[in-house]
């Protein structure tokens, strides 16, 4: 399989439960992003990882705790949301470390509903 | 902060026609600018791009233009075909190298 893959796709949860979500690259890339996306918004960078390290978190609630052993892999650990956390999560990848200086590849999502 | 501002937010036009898709971004050290087009159901996926040093760019339909002065860039889409009926998202690299989207504009090709 070949670019980026988020699962789950869909994914309801209730205020108090533990959930991750898992994003895999096949692409060979150093660097891999979270971001949500909430309709009609501009999309929001959540956390950056460089070579497995992070280099960018922007501000992001503490119920959201990223982890990325390798760097093919990225997850993002939910704990105790909230209902505006509902929004679908974009992982994606490039080859540079910097958000900007190289071209992402998005995964489709997984939409994330918090009740 | 910086931001970039999109418009229009929905834009309907008919099969073969033009579409244009204006952005207007606040940082002036942005030197980059990519338009990504997002699909129902995936992922955003890059389209076309253009630096600051170029004042336009071609592919095939579409184009991109820049004005720096003005800050404002545009993507033009002619002879509109259904498959490009999606959501088209602008975004400027700022001066800390993070990208910095627009809100989206969904096109809509009416037949």
């Known amino acids: 399989e070949t670019g980026v893959t988020q699962t789950p796709r869909h994914l309801v949860m209730g205020m108090t439960n533990k959930k991750s979500l898992k994003c895999e690259q096949h692409l060979g890339h150093n660097a891999m992003y979270w971001y949500k996306q909430s309709a009609k918004k501009p999309l929001e960078l959540m956390f950056v990882y460089n070579f497995k390290e992070q280099t960018e978190n922007n501000s992001v609630p503490s119920r959201f705790s990223p982890e990325c052993p390798n760097s093919s892999h990225l997850f993002l650990h939910l704990h105790t949301l909230q209902p505006e956390d509902s929004a679908l999560y974009l992982c994606?990848?490039?080859?540079?470390?910097?958000?900007?200086?190289?071209?992402?590849?998005f995964g489709a999502g997984s939409r994330l509903t918090v009740l | 902060g910086e931001n970039v501002e999109q418009h229009p937010s929905t834009l309907s036009v008919q099969e073969g026609d033009s579409a244009v898709i204006k952005c207007t971004y606040s940082?002036?050290?942005?030197?980059?600018f990519p338009w990504y087009k997002q699909e129902l159901g995936k992922g955003p996926q890059l389209i076309i791009d253009?630096?600051?040093n170029v004042g336009e760019k071609k592919d095939q339909r579409i184009a991109v233009t820049l004005n720096k002065t003005a800050k404002h860039f545009s993507l033009h889409i002619t002879e509109t075909q259904p498959e490009d009926s999606a959501v088209y998202f602008c975004?400027?690299?700022?001066?800390?190298?993070?990208?910095?989207w627009g809100a989206g504009t969904k096109l809509i090709i009416k037949p």
């Open positions: 994606a990848s490039s080859q540079g470390g910097s958000a900007g200086a190289n071209v992402l590849t």
């Open positions: 253009i630096r600051s």
């Open positions: 940082d002036s050290a942005s030197n980059y």
């Open positions: 975004a400027s690299r700022g001066s800390n190298y993070q990208l910095i």
